[in-house]
């Protein structure tokens, strides 16, 4: 079955330490996105990716950085600059360009301990 | 102002009741909105999809919208537990960013 697939499921993080979070889809979408939800503030676009090797801040792209290698794979890195990182982190990819909806992954839980 | 406005609830509703979950948005120029329901600790899954005005209807959901009050509503009829969720509308212009509610959770009592 075609879908997005993140993990780890949840992560722990030590302040000062980077940490790579995973998202691979097999849905031959063109498009991948970063989001982070917080209680209360919906989702909040990070990062997104049109193409492969062409990747977007969104609109809080501080203290977060992405790679788009492949088609299939948009991983992001949270680093220590990022001051507030425990979040519910949720990946999406849609075909392209247009009106389509998201499909999303499963997410990724980030503590910071 | 926000771009999209959602009231955050919760909603309490007895299983059988009709649904009401509404969203204003600010920008006249959206024309693709749609809404998103989230499970607990689980990504969101899209639910309904619509383009510019109107009404659509998928079983016992129908999404509304009205953009001459820049209002987007989502109905459920013979509401059910397992329809309590968060849910989410969005919309975008076209192009690559869309934007989302803060997300209304719903509680569906048996």
């Known amino acids: 079955d075609g879908g997005i697939t993140q993990s780890p499921k949840y992560l722990f993080r030590k302040e000062g330490q980077n940490v790579t979070l995973s998202c691979e889809q097999n849905?031959?979408?063109?498009?991948m996105y970063w989001y982070r939800q917080d209680p209360g503030q919906g989702l909040r676009l990070i990062y997104y990716?049109?193409?492969?090797?062409?990747?977007q801040k969104g609109d809080i792209a501080e203290g977060y950085s992405v790679s788009r290698e492949k088609k299939e794979s948009f991983p992001l890195t949270v680093t220590s600059a990022q001051k507030n990182p425990t979040a519910f982190y949720l990946c999406?990819?849609?075909?392209?360009?247009?009106?389509?909806?998201?499909?999303f992954g499963s997410g990724t839980r980030l503590t910071v301990v | 102002q926000k771009e999209v406005e959602q009231d955050p609830g919760p909603l309490s509703v007895p299983e059988g009741a009709i649904v009401s979950l509404n969203c204003t948005y600010s920008?006249?120029?959206?024309?693709?909105f749609m809404w998103y329901r989230q499970y607990s600790r689980k990504g969101p899954e899209l639910l309904m999809y619509?383009?510019?005005?109107g009404n659509k209807e998928d079983g016992r959901f129908t999404a509304q919208v009205d953009k001459s009050s820049k209002y987007i509503s989502l109905f459920i009829r013979d509401s059910q537990p397992s329809d309590s969720a968060t849910y989410l509308c969005?919309?975008?212009?076209?192009?690559?960013?869309?934007?989302f509610g803060a997300g209304t959770r719903l509680f569906v009592k048996a």
């Open positions: 990716s049109q193409i492969v090797n062409d990747f």
């Open positions: 999406a990819s849609r075909p392209g360009q247009g009106g389509y909806g998201y499909t």
């Open positions: 619509t383009y510019s005005s």
């Open positions: 849905l031959n979408h063109d498009a």
């Open positions: 969005a919309t975008f212009t076209g192009g690559f960013k869309t934007i």
């Open positions: 920008n006249s120029a959206f024309q693709y």
